[in-house]
């Protein structure tokens, strides 16, 4: 049965919003796992951590399995430390997305996060050698890769999980994006990425939407959507769609989703929906299938 | 004190002897095809060739490190598997790899070869450069060009292997090994097909009022006045509108190029081991004048003189420069 799962907030949303988006994301989303835990800007991360174990212990009262999802970027001392501590952790699951978060953990069991470049299934081999349980595959990955490596992950008993909705990274730095804006610095930040539920819109000085910033992150300005190619990604072996959070109602987001994999909603209808929920997003799927990342191409019918 | 090796970008078999001539202590260079982060038409070696640039190099005391830096996507593992292979029967000093897969590959098959770690591994903590160093025997670590000196002397002590920093040539200013703008634009992959912002999708248009924009696949990157010159369309280095921004201003960084000969001493002190000089796709001429200089330069820090660092400053000439994370940590 294909898990739907909701990845981590890449944004700088508030302890109030966060707490409404969880509550309802427990009573009301169809999504069968949820990944909690700041993954962008350890700067934030002292803003939400404390409401921690009540959300899990909503989101898992509920009967959603709950993962806490590890920095991408580590390199201070406070990075490093949160991803150690989070490593020592028996309870609940962890995903890493840091090579330091694989130091940490050893073999213990855990969960590979897509900013962990598991591209290939002699690499996805050698993490499951270690610990690995489940794979999340890079966002720029074409289909036939993504074939390739689910049925590796399989074999070896991994849960493979590929991202269907939302802006995917594009890129993390260590310059903070966002302060550079507003003429600051990552150390005077002031947190005015809170200011962007949906990230800081670039557009080309002739004025086409580009990308989406995120403090450190570069975000695609699109919505990826692979509603149509579920089918396929559950044909060739994928356990996992993850679902990423936006600034719109995910939990109609989820619904659409669900209802498509329940076989209960025709695809054409339900990515209708998928649109109108999305707002002014763009919807692309170019990555998949091996083309510019923000294009949208049309599925080609069965064979 | 380290050594202070000079490491040094071949992209051709000329500029390679070129390098060699000039005082490279080692060079790096990769094959014609995905298997490296320069993958670009017109460079890097076939295999007869870096027979040859091995025989021509080792003749002089310079090593070869071949450059397998990029991500294979599954199915096409192979590829990074045979290239490893065949630079071991060529006789490569170290292999610069990133991705976990092909790192255990070459431990494993070619055990005793020297491996580094490249900067597209993104490796930019202790615990994680001890991980690639415990599993896989990497000997060096090219460090992100994200860490202040003082962060690179602490990280010194805390790992059991040799530091390579970039000093000079393009300012990466994405993590790398972590980049998909180009792949978003293009189509074309930096992790998985060694192509950032490819010639092939770049234009130059020139507008009626004298002014010229540079695109990428159809993207306005950036826009220059009549008497501007027009740079290279990089998608980090572009210049872009946000609400607070309307006037347009480069969101990421200014076109701008890493220059450390300053720092040189103090990146000796803090205990980097080797310096890389980036730049496979630039001409002999650039190669000649810069490895000249910074082997100057280097020799006499080495030897207790001060060093002419006007020499390395006018390199970048006519060409912002910047020592971006390594001076100040106001630089994020």
């Not at chain 2, 903590?125 to 460090?143: H, M, T």
């Amino acid at each position: 049965m294909t898990r739907l799962t909701l990845g981590p907030i890449a944004y700088h949303w508030s302890a109030d919003m966060r707490r409404d988006f969880y509550a309802r994301i427990a009573d009301e989303a169809p999504v069968d796992e949820v990944y909690l835990g700041e993954v962008i800007c350890s700067k934030r991360a002292p803003f939400h951590e404390a409401d921690l174990p009540a959300t899990i212990e909503r989101l898992e009262r509920a009967g959603k399995t709950v993962i806490l999802s590890s920095l991408a970027e580590v390199m201070l001392k406070r990075e490093r430390k949160a991803t150690e501590n989070l490593a020592a952790m028996e309870a609940p699951e962890i995903e890493i997305n840091n090579a330091a978060g694989l130091f940490a953990r050893g073999r213990h069991p855990h969960r590979i996060g897509p900013f962990m470049n598991a591209y290939n299934e002699a690499t996805i081999a050698w993490m499951a050698a270690r610990g690995a349980t489940h794979v999340c595959l890079p966002a720029e990955m074409p289909a036939p890769a993504i074939a390739v490596a689910a049925q590796a992950a399989r074999d070896l008993g991994l849960g493979v999980e590929v991202q269907v909705f939302g802006r995917v990274s594009l890129a993390v730095s260590a310059r903070c994006y966002h302060a550079r804006a507003h003429g600051r610095t990552k150390d005077n930040c002031q947190f005015v990425c809170e200011e962007d539920a949906d990230g800081m819109p670039l557009r080309t000085t002739d004025d086409r939407p580009i990308l989406r910033i995120n403090g450190i992150q570069t975000l695609s300005e699109s919505y990826v959507d692979l509603l149509p190619e579920t089918g396929r990604l559950v044909a060739d072996g994928v356990t996992h769609l993850r679902l990423a959070p936006q600034a719109v109602d995910m939990v109609a987001v989820a619904q659409v989703f669900r209802g498509v994999l329940d076989k209960r909603t025709p695809v054409d209808e339900a990515d209708a929906r998928l649109a109108r929920l999305s707002g002014d997003a763009d919807l692309s799927n170019g990555f998949y299938h091996g083309a510019a990342g923000y294009r949208r191409i049309a599925m080609a019918a069965p064979a | 004190m380290s050594l202070a090796e000079l490491i040094c970008p071949a992209g051709t078999p000329a500029a390679l002897r070129t390098a060699v001539d000039a005082g490279a202590d080692a060079v790096y260079c990769g094959f014609q095809d995905a298997t490296n982060a320069r993958n670009f038409p017109g460079l890097n070696f076939t295999p007869d060739e870096l027979s040859e640039a091995v025989a021509y190099a080792h003749a002089r005391g310079a090593k070869v490190l071949l450059a397998l830096n990029t991500y294979p996507p599954a199915g096409k593992v192979d590829l990074w598997r045979q290239a490893a292979d065949t630079g071991v029967r060529l006789g490569v000093d170290a292999f610069i790899v990133a991705d976990m897969g092909v790192a255990d590959y070459i431990a494993r098959a070619h055990p005793g070869i020297r491996l580094h770690l490249s900067v597209q591994a993104a490796a930019s903590s202790p615990e994680a450069i001890r991980y690639y160093c415990q599993n896989f025997g990497v000997k060096r670590v090219v460090l992100p060009r994200i860490l202040t000196i003082p962060e690179i002397r602490e990280i010194r002590k805390e790992i059991p292997c040799e530091i390579e920093t970039f000093i000079f040539g393009n300012h990466g200013l994405m993590v790398e090994g972590r980049c998909s703008l180009t792949n978003y634009l293009t189509g074309q992959s930096t992790n998985m097909d060694g192509v950032c912002s490819p010639a092939s999708d770049v234009e130059y248009t020139r507008h009626e009022d004298g002014s010229m924009s540079s695109r990428l696949s159809g993207f306005t990157i950036d826009c220059f006045g009549p008497d501007e010159k027009a740079g290279y369309p990089t998608i980090c280095k572009g210049r872009y509108t946000a609400p607070h921004r309307p006037e347009g201003y480069y969101a990421f960084e200014e076109p701008v190029s890493l220059n450390l000969s300053r720092l040189l001493p103090e990146l000796i002190d803090a205990g980097v081991h080797a310096f890389k000089i980036e730049g496979r796709q630039r001409s002999k001429s650039y190669v000649r004048g810069v490895v000249s200089a910074f082997r100057q330069a280097v020799d006499d820090i080495r030897a207790g003189r001060a060093a002419n660092i006007a020499d390395l400053v006018a390199l970048t000439e006519g060409q912002k420069q910047t020592q971006g994370a390594f001076e100040t940590k106001k630089w994020r």
